[in-house]
């Protein structure tokens, strides 16, 4: 998080990465609607940009480079900051400004991990009046992704997405991410899934034992709803396990699919040909990050 001047304001500035899940388990459908998981989470150098001033007009302002993000309630990063104001007893008006480099419905977070930033540069700006449990309360209010980027660090995922346990010992998995030109709503995923596994079968102990072998936790439960919908998908973690992967699995809800390589050079010359193949789709070459300090610098 970098402060600038701009006039005789202080604004600050945020890259806000995006993330991958290495695993995916749906344990179960709650009576309140939403579905209990287990997520081994873990941040990816790809970011957003967010920009967050106080503003001598009232409420919230935003804007962003991309005209498929709204600028109004309709954005994460502005109801973050409306439920900032309210919980903070703040009457200042809030100015932000999104630079847009994660797709947009692309199952990688950008939009909450862009609300996290807003709440993290708001009390960063209001001299930390909020501790972390409250900010972690207004961060699952907002969406289940939301806690988890207030950190930035690998964590399993637990209860909607809001129980957190950082995990230690992460390789900073080279990855190549492959996003074909659609947005998934994660909303219909979740309201069209059938399966259920009624508990978590990935033991987070022995992957850390052997956390090269992916083939053994390599689990997504949406991809029963996603690659149905879209065979593209299936066919690309094809190709990426054709090409030098090592695994390859969706994300979150999709559509991008992310291939783990042994080596950084296997990453780049898979990414080359995938650029060549894929045509139509967003490819990034990048890597896991396993400390906070790229994340939130």
Known sequence: ????????????????????????????KREDGYHDLSSLMLPVAVYDHVEVAWSHEGGVRLSCDSAEVPDDRGNLAWRAAD?????????????????????????MGGGSSDAAAVLLALNRLSENPLSEAVLHRLAVGLGADVPFFLHCVPALATGI??????????????????????S???????????????????????????????????????????LNEYPQLGQIKCWLMENG???????????TVFGVFAEQRLADGAGELARR?????????????????SARS
């Open 1 to 28: 998080m970098r402060g600038i001047r701009k006039g005789h304001a202080l604004a600050l500035r945020v890259g806000t990465p995006a993330k991958i899940n290495l695993w995916l388990e749906i344990v179960r």
């Open 83 to 107: 439920a900032y104001l309210e919980a903070a007893g703040v009457t200042r008006g809030v100015s932000i400004r999104l630079e847009k480099n994660i797709p947009v419905g692309a199952g």
């Open 161 to 182: 997405g809001e129980r957190l346990l950082p995990v230690h010992g992460i390789p900073d998995y080279p990855l190549l991410l492959v996003k074909p030109p659609i």
């Open 184 to 226: 998934v709503s994660t909303g219909w995923v979740y309201g069209s899934l059938k399966l259920t596994r009624g508990e978590s079968r990935i033991k987070l102990r022995s992957f850390l034992d052997r956390p090269w072998h992916l083939s053994e936790v390599l689990r997504n439960d949406l991809e029963t709803v996603t």
């Open 245 to 255: 992967a090592v695994g390859s699995l969706m994300s979150g809800s999709g559509p």
């Open 277 to 293: 193949v894929w045509k139509d789709c967003r490819v990034d070459v990048t890597r896991v990050l396993g400390t906070p300090v």
